[in-house]
């Protein structure tokens, strides 16, 4: 069975960074390519970044790029988001998702397995 | 970037009504669209894929079109389990990008 799991979350005071991670099982983690999403309060799907199989291929969010750094270790099944100067409008649950394609680039194919989220509250 | 434009936002809905939600991309895309059900505090689940392809386990009532620019997702028979908040997605280029959503409710 595939699952993801994340972890990492909680309540953090604005200005401060946290790293959340996911850890993958059940299917060939260092095979995929991982991204991650949140859904603020009240609001929809936001896509934040995405890492290809083997790290050669990393996107982000044009509205996020500078503060919010994806990665992988594949011995350890895992990924990583790095968000640093914690803001209020970050506060949101955070999904990490497995894409589709196996081998592939960040783009193309589509979200197969999701994990059931991690909430980051950002508040002082 | 291909951004991504739902309509309605929201509708209302008998069970047994046929629904169909549009979605449109600033750019072309083919067919890297896909479509996502979404229920409060459940994980999002994929319902199509590559634009008109049904995941493996959703019913056959849900079914997806479009190509380009322009593509929308169809439920023949709204369900009780039907009600929830709908999301297309762009695969394409990056950014990859999500619609606004479509919040489905109970007429």
């Known amino acids: 069975e595939v699952q993801l799991v994340e972890s990492g979350g909680g309540l953090v005071q604005p200005g401060r960074s946290l790293r959340l991670s996911c850890v993958g099982s059940?299917?060939?983690?260092?095979?995929?390519?991982i991204h991650w999403v949140r859904q603020a309060p009240g609001k929809g799907l936001q896509w934040i970044s995405g890492?290809?199989?083997?790290?050669?291929?990393?996107a982000y969010a044009d509205s996020l790029r500078g503060r919010f750094t994806i990665s992988r270790d594949n011995a350890k099944n895992s990924l990583y988001l790095q968000i640093n100067s914690l803001r209020a409008e970050d506060t949101a649950v955070y999904y990490c998702?497995?894409?589709?394609?196996?081998?592939?680039?960040?783009?193309?194919?589509?979200?197969?397995?999701w994990g059931q989220g991690a909430l980051v509250t950002v508040s002082s | 970037d291909s951004q991504m434009t739902q309509s309605p936002s929201s509708l209302s809905a008998s069970v047994g009504d046929r629904i169909t939600i549009t979605c449109r991309s600033t750019?072309?895309?083919?067919?890297?669209l896909n479509w996502y059900q979404h229920k409060p505090g459940k994980a999002p689940k994929l319902l199509i894929y590559?634009?008109?392809s049904l995941q493996s386990g959703v019913p056959a009532r849900f079914s997806g079109s479009g190509s380009g620019t322009h593509f929308t997702l169809t439920i023949s028979s709204l369900q009780p389990e039907d009600f929830a908040t709908y999301y297309c997605?762009?695969?394409?280029?990056?950014?990859?990008?999500f619609g606004g959503g479509t919040k489905v409710e109970i007429k």
């Open positions: 997605q762009q695969t394409y280029n990056t950014p990859l990008a």
């Open positions: 590559d634009a008109s």
């Open positions: 998702a497995k894409g589709s394609n196996r081998r592939s680039r960040v783009t193309g194919g589509f979200f197969d397995y």
């Open positions: 750019h072309d895309i083919s067919i890297s």
């Open positions: 059940g299917f060939m983690f260092d095979d995929y390519a």
């Open positions: 890492i290809s199989w083997n790290s050669g291929h990393i």
